[in-house]
């Protein structure tokens, strides 16, 4: 490596935009409206702070965890993100081949460049999760399900904040190029004949069903008996309704900045979430803003089981398709691991809420 590599994630995500197509790194990078929540989800963790302990036995660390009983070498896994073909033409197979060779977990995004299939074949032991729209042709829903459990994924990782979408500014409405595909809508395309990418596009958001209320989830249970993950939530009162309607997972995420703008960062609003759950069994994972290791380090001490991030592993692509993938995922554990023994703890269970400081926060 040369020291001009970059090396950290916002090196990397400064290479993506020197190096992506502007339409590609617009699409990545904004979030919604004024990016007050896009911004926000670094200034929240950058206003925590750390109280370290010393002369701990720090010779030795274990970061393993399990998530929903599958064990992972790190608290560190990849959210789900579109069309990753567009950041480099591996997309997803690269994605999941990093993931598998640092031993963590994926979400595959519904939205994939390549199939949900032929992702499962290039890394069938991986850890993978698939992510799931509501759509008002539950039918569709069900297939697209039943080729996640017959392809193995180990869970449905519900998308509750997307309604429709959130609307980005500076950014034209996005298209995916021609060249790439919507893998996992091919039966879709085949039943329909559309014309292009954008005719496909406008009907998959047109099917997005914003009528549906929580027993939407007890239908999801009654077709799968995969466990069910619930991504997007910011409320402890959704997060006891989730529970209440037989979630396994709770996904703390404001999907990235990119839906409604203004809500707080998810890292704000964890503490409260998991003190919502405590007792039920149910994890609470977080995603949205998780750049270095000291913010994994704060998201564990805050009641985190595992954190996941987004545009980085796209910005690992984009600098060196898997390889790409792999350093940021090595970055993330590496500086993880150094904060870990720098504040004194050797194992996961030493990460507790008496190492952070953090200023007071209310909804009132
Ligand atoms: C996303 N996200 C997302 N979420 C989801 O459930 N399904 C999807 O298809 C996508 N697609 C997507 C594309 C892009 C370009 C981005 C940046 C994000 C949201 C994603 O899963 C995750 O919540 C955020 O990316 C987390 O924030 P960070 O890590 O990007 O800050």
New binding site residues.
Partial sequence: ASITDPVTIDELEKYASNHLDKNAFD???TGAENDVT?RE?RLAFNRIKLRPRMLRDVSHQDISVTVLGHKLNMPICV?????QAMAHPDGELATVKAVSSLGTAM?L????TTSLEDVALEAPNTIKFF?M?LYTDRQLMVTIIKRAEKARYKAI?L?V??PLYGRHQGRRRFELPGHLKYANFSSVQQSKQFKSNAELGAHIIALLDCSVDWTILDWLRSITSLPVVV??ILTPEDAQLAVQHGANGI?V??????QLDGVPA?IEVLPEIVNAVRGTGVEVYM?????LGTDVLKALALGARAV???????WGLAYKGEQGVKAVLQTLRDEFKTAMVLAGCASLKDITSSLVMRPATSHL
């Fill in positions: 699409y990545y990078s896009l989800n959210s789900p993100s579109a069309f979400v995004s519904l939205y994939s992510q729209q990782l998308t904040d997307c991504k997007g996904l995420s404001n999907h990235g900045g990119r998810a995603d949205s803003g998780v750049r996941f991030v987004g545009r980085p592993a796209i």
